[in-house]
């Protein structure tokens, strides 16, 4: 709920502002009790006053499969086309180096005697090759004539996040000119709609073409289609300037995935016509255009080239429209994407303190969260980021950036697609930063961060599914680079499932390449899954065994070292060296913190998993011997959580990851209320770490304060994430990380995982559940005086809905999936409340 603008700007006095506030608020309340929906929420919007220039100022949409970022332009609109399954490459073959395993024991020697320069070149001995890069598709051109747009004025574009739509608008000498986008998941296209308000004076000619090879024609039936294919090796862009970092495959039946986009005019009141390659409408009012887009790609163990045709697929999916109206596809787009955006709303303006009536999804037309004061909201998005950056107030920006993340999980992540890369689903380079791949030693985990949390469940499911033909290649990776059983995974995958450590065969660092244990912080997603959702039925047939293959890696890698313990080596803390005393700089060691956390809370969890199933119990009784004997957590000379198994220096103090703090998030191993003591040397390691690092990096450490239950500090945290970051990637306001003019996560340059990330850390600043119950407002900061979030989930099977007022819960309801009895803590109280499955429960203030 706003205040009104007479009383934003002061024109009353004090008493009397007040007074009316809390009349809004009181009705508010009785509003929403009263099982009333109000109208959505228009705050729910990115805006601009001018097109975008840079990639990072589109607006992206999608459908889990089709990405599309739109531009805006006026004279000529550029729709980038993204399909999730379009990558270089092909089918792996993870024995990729026969001399590997006979390595294995040298490093472990080198390592033992204390050799660890030795270690650090014979480890690069255990690599094998780089992971293929995920392509962009290609790009849609709306050409207007000149003479048609000439005096363009009142422009605006902007992205309806409750909508998942993008629209387009400008007037010319009276007539209104409006574009509008989205991407429909059930009828899976892109449709375009372009209208004037004047008879006749819509004008325009459709246009493709792509950075791939490619052909871009006028098919037989008349629709515009571009097809192509993908290269088979697209080099790392980190490879600098190389010779033929791109190939093709030349043979006559070439390999590499196949791709189409397939633009149909399904409606105009205006004529149709085909030139030079182009789709042409003239004379019209209206116009309503489909995109269909397909790729060859059949599974990560399929050569895509022998895939279905993409150019049938695609014609197939505009035939399967053919005679339906704007509002037919508009209608089917809006009840799939508001029937998971709308489970979550969340409320940082000072009316906002009031949880109503529900915790279940709520109906179409319930608001979805407010966004800002009307004098933030008038303005435009990177203008009032800028503002934010510079330390103006804006919680309804804050709470928008936490919807923008949510928003992105649905748009990028659905059933029956591959997971959210390192750019999401949106891409435009052929050799993205990264390889815009699957960087699993944090950054694909943190992607799904908010899936369980915020109630977007099955948007989780493309990470879950992936991983059964991760464990299919790891098993032989681990079985052919070390002997091990089991499964596991390294640094980067990407669509192929590719699982051996990175590298090209020694030409990468250790600090990244030779890191195994991708497959075990997966795996904790499993039970993650599990434990929101309690499907036991799911953890017998899916979670648990790859759960245990996973963790039958983990006891075969482990290794006894010199003080008895059971240790990982070789051992790398992720991107991070240490130096020790003596003044070696080195990469690779014994069983960093990072590694001992992730051994830990695997082994801890399938036990539980087992114990849940009531199977193998010769497996647990193994688990547990395993845990036995694992080494404690350490606490260095400076208080800190040791990184190292020695209690040396960082090279870098204030290193980007914090891998060693796993434990304390995402993981539950360390808590202010159980191990106090560890809890302590983690705040003292943030401490040295500082406040810095890329933007994925800031949204982790939002979690971490969080965690620590330092809800000032996690909010300073999330300040300085949001601060504007110019699309060349320089960060305006100085130190690293950031956000884009399009909310868009800047590491730089643009990594999705910090929007993430960033919404996953606003959650655990609202409601945590890692440890048996269900903590609300754990880290509320100061600036959140007053304000109500409805929809999260906690872990049990329970959607929660708070409220909040000057700094104290008001009232909490809590919903259950099942009959049982649910631990509530707010502030110093502890409450138990049973809940038949169904019901909701209630808590109230002090």
């Known amino acids: 709920m706003r205040l009104p603008v007479a009383l934003e700007r002061r024109e009353f006095g004090y008493p009397l502002a007040m007074f009316i506030l809390r009349t809004i608020a009181a009705a508010s309340l009785l509003f929403l009790l009263a099982g009333q929906a109000a109208p959505p929420d228009p705050g729910l919007r990115l805006w601009y006053d001018k097109p975008a220039v840079a990639f990072e100022e589109s607006l992206p949409l999608g459908n889990g499969r089709i990405g599309a970022s739109v531009f805006g332009g006026v004279a000529t609109e550029r729709v980038m086309l993204n399909e999730s399954t379009l990558w270089a490459g092909g089918p792996v073959n993870p024995e990729v180096n026969p001399d590997a395993r006979a390595w294995l024991p040298k490093v472990r020697e080198a390592l033992f005697k204390g050799d660890y320069k030795l270690a650090d070149q014979l480890t690069r001995k255990l690599q094998g090759k780089f992971s293929a890069s995920y392509a962009p598709l290609g790009d849609l051109h709306i050409e207007t004539p000149e003479a048609r747009i000439a005096g363009a ?14 629209r387009t608008s400008f007037t010319v000498s009276g007539t209104s000119f409006e574009r509008e986008y989205f991407v429909s998941h059930p009828d899976c296209i892109l449709v375009m709609r372009l209208t004037a308000s004047s008879p006749g004076a819509l004008e325009f000619a459709v246009r493709a073409s792509s950075q791939l090879r490619h052909e871009a024609r006028i098919a037989g039936d008349g629709d515009l289609l571009l097809t192509g294919r993908a290269p088979v090796r697209a080099e790392p862009n980190y490879r600098g300037n190389m010779k033929d970092p791109i190939a093709y495959d030349e043979s006559p039946a070439p390999k590499g995935t196949r791709f189409a986009a397939r633009v149909r005019v399904l409606g105009t009141d205006g004529k149709v016509e085909r030139r030079e390659g182009r789709l042409v409408v003239t004379g019209a009012s209206e116009a309503l255009l489909a995109v269909a887009v397909e790729t060859s790609f059949v599974a990560f163990d399929r050569e895509p080239s022998l895939g279905p045709d993409p150019s049938r697929t695609t014609a197939a999916r505009l035939d399967a429209v053919r005679g339906r109206s704007f509002e037919s596809l508009r209608d089917a787009h809006l009840a799939d994407h508001r029937a998971l955006f709308r489970r979550v709303s969340l409320d940082l303006s000072p009316a906002g303190g009031s949880v109503g009536q529900a915790s279940s999804p709520a109906p179409a037309s319930v608001a979805v969260g407010q966004a800002s004061s009307p004098v933030a909201s008038a303005l435009p998005t990177d203008e009032r980021l800028r503002q934010y950056a510079a330390g103006a107030p804006d919680p309804g920006l804050e709470a928008l950036y936490f919807q923008f993340g949510r928003y992105l999980m649905v748009a990028g992540s659905r059933p029956g697609g591959p997971p959210l890369n390192l750019q999401g689903i949106w891409n435009p380079h052929v050799r993205p930063p990264w390889s815009s791949n699957y960087t699993i030693n944090i950054n694909t985990e943190m992607n799904y961060w908010p899936a369980e949390t915020t109630n977007l469940a099955e948007c989780h499911q493309p990470l879950l599914r992936f991983l059964s033909g991760l464990a299919a290649t790891g098993a032989v990776t681990a079985r052919h680079f070390y002997g091990c059983g089991g499964w596991c995974a390294h640094h ?57 293959g996973a963790a039958e890696f983990l006891m075969d890698w482990l290794v006894e070292g010199p003080d008895g313990f059971l240790v990982t080596a070789p051992s790398t803390s992720p991107e991070n060296q240490y130096k020790t005393p003596d003044g070696y700089v080195g990469e690779v060691s014994v069983m960093t913190t990072a590694d001992l956390a992730l051994t830990r809370g695997l082994l801890l969890k399938v ?15 193994r688990v547990r011997k395993t845990l036995d004997r694992l080494p404690p957590y350490k606490v260095g000379r400076l208080g800190n959580l040791q990184e190292w198994y020695q209690d040396w220096d960082d090279q870098d103090p204030q290193h980007r990851h914090v891998s060693h703090l796993i434990g304390l998030f995402p993981d539950n191993q360390i808590t202010t209320f159980d191990t106090p003591e560890l809890a302590a040397a983690v705040k003292r390691s943030l401490e040295l770490r500082g406040d810095g690092g890329t933007g994925w990096s800031k949204a982790w450490k939002i979690a971490l304060w969080a965690r620590l239950l330092d809800g000032d500090h996690a909010y300073r945290m999330l300040r300085t994430h949001l ?11 100085g130190g690293g990380g950031g956000t884009y003019p399009n909310l868009f996560d800047a590491h730089p340059p643009f990594q999705i995982d910090g929007n993430f990330g960033g919404t996953a850390g606003i959650a655990e600043m609202l409601l945590q559940s890692h440890r048996g119950e269900i903590h609300l407002l754990p880290a509320l900061p100061s600036a959140w005086k007053t304000g109500s979030v409805r929809g999260l989930r906690a872990r049990g099977g329970y959607t929660v809905d708070i409220a909040w007022k000057d700094g104290a819960l008001a009232e909490a309801a809590i919903r259950a999936d099942h009959d049982g009895t649910v631990r509530v803590r707010h502030g110093g109280t502890i409450s138990e409340l049973k809940i038949r499955k169904g019901e909701t429960g209630r808590i109230t203030g002090d």
Do not use: C
């Open 153 to 166: 004025a009142e422009f605006r574009r902007q992205l309806d996040l409750d909508a998942a739509t993008a």
């Open 492 to 548: 980067n995958s990407d669509v192929w499932a590719l699982s051996n450590p990175v590298g090209d065969l020694g030409q990468g660092s250790p600090v990244w390449a030779n890191w195994p244990m991708g497959g075990a912080w997966l795996s904790l997603h499993l039970w993650e899954h599990y434990a929101f959702n309690r499907d036991t039925n799911w953890l017998r047939a899916t979670g648990y065994p790859l759960m245990k």
């Open 607 to 621: 036990e539980q998993a087992a114990s849940i199933l009531g199977d193998d119990p010769a497996f647990r009784d």
């Open 723 to 733: 601060r504007y970051v110019q699309p060349t990637g320089v960060t305006q306001y």
